[in-house]
């Protein structure tokens, strides 16, 4: 994996120190789906950093544009999942980086006819 990749598709801090909820949490967040592109915040990116603690959960993610209407109830919604992942309090932030669709999962542009 080059640089770049690993910069555009964030390993998260979790990854290494809780591998097994990482990957659970990963999977749990594959449930919320952007209404608007009809693919989910994994899928597309958005979420850029995943931390466990030991009685809290925070998630750093961006949206696809900076006044995406469906912000609020995709925080809430990543909120719910993770906590539900976890099985601990979650807190989500929002991030600065700027979405790009060559953040999105490799093939999952395929449908938008970005790849």
Known sequence: M????QELNPIWTADSTHPGEAAKLRDTL???VDPE??????????VRQAEIG???VDVTMIMTTPFCPYAPALLEATR???AEATG???????GMDMWDPSMMEEGAG???GFY
């Open 80 to 82: 719910k999942k993770a």
């Open 30 to 32: 594959r449930e919320v």
């Open 54 to 56: 030991e009685d809290q």
């Open 88 to 94: 601990l309090e979650a807190r989500i932030e929002m």
């Open 2 to 5: 080059t640089d770049e990749t």
């Open 37 to 46: 592109i009809g693919l989910n915040i994994i899928e597309l990116g958005l």
């Open 110 to 112: 395929a449908a938008w």
